[in-house]
């Protein structure tokens, strides 16, 4: 299994850090030799709809081989607070390089 | 870092990467065609506002030019944000809400919100009182059939704005 896998961002819960249009570079080997810890950013499968991944932020372990995940823009977030933790296995790997797309503007004309 | 964003967009074109969602769209089944509907009465102000705000004269001070220059400025700021939020508020209940059975009993629901999108760009764009008042009939049209989705009977009456142009409310309770 090639140890880099590559993910457009799409949508704004991780704003103003990933924002949609953006790109990240995931380590899929990353949690070979560690555990997930607090304040990464992984992408991880969708635990309710299949095929689909996601890319959120670790809040916390639960100590049972599940994390729970969070949208660094609660207000526009669907993560644990709506589907409770998730297993480790769900976890593709953690963000190793993120690369910046243009920004659009607000409100663009017309 | 923009150039590792050129590669991996051009990548991106000879093999699409995976989507990774930073997702927002909570199923939450609140939605309301009342916000469009303001929205078109706001436009339709801001070119009655506009229409009646008097023009400096040639002999005007700069003083009056400024004080004339920032009314408009205002009111076209207003036309171009309520304008905007009128398409937001569209394509959210076309996109989220709408079903395809709701299309299926309302044929004719893509095309309307179609021109009204159109509407609204030019209701933005210029300073056209048929066309924000065809935002707002186009928003009474969406209302109506999705008021009827929900089962809810609607009633056509002037609104209570200084607008006072008629407007579709759903009839509950």
């Known amino acids: ?110 | 870092m923009a150039l590792l964003h050129s590669l991996l967009r051009t990548l991106d074109r000879v093999s699409p990467a995976k989507v990774a969602y930073a997702h927002c769209d909570i199923p939450c089944g609140i939605y309301d065609p009342h916000h469009a509907q303001m929205a078109a009465h706001t436009v339709i102000r801001m070119v009655d506002l506009i229409g009646q705000l008097e023009k400096p004269a040639a002999n005007a001070t700069p003083e009056q030019r400024q004080e004339y220059t920032n009314k408009l400025a205002r009111y076209i700021a207003t036309k171009e944000q309520h304008s905007e939020i009128y398409k937001t508020e569209l394509r959210v209940l076309w996109a989220d809400y709408f079903k395809p059975e709701h299309v299926q009993q309302f044929p004719q629901l893509h095309d309307l919100v179609w021109k009204a999108l159109k509407s609204a760009s030019k209701g933005r764009q210029e300073i056209n009182l048929a066309a924000s008042e065809e935002m707002l009939r186009q928003a009474n049209e969406v209302a109506t059939i999705f008021w009827k989705t929900k089962g809810v009977p609607t009633y056509a009456a002037k609104s209570p704005y200084p607008t006072g142009r008629e407007t579709v409310y759903p009839k509950i309770g």
């Open chain 1, 1 to 110: 299994m090639f140890p880099i896998a590559r993910f457009r961002v799409e949508q704004r819960s991780m704003s103003p850090v990933l924002n949609p249009g953006d790109y990240v570079l995931v380590n899929r080997w990353a949690y070979r030799s560690r555990e997930p810890a607090v304040g990464d950013l992984v992408v991880f499968r969708d635990p309710e709809r299949p095929g689909v991944f996601m890319c959120k932020r670790v809040a916390r372990a639960t100590g049972s081989g599940s994390y729970v995940v969070l949208g660094d823009n609660e207000a526009l977030s669907r993560d644990s607070r709506w589907f409770g933790p998730i297993p480790r296995s769900l976890i593709v790997g953690k963000v190793w390089r993120h690369a910046r797309g243009r920004r659009a503007p607000i409100g663009s004309l017309p």
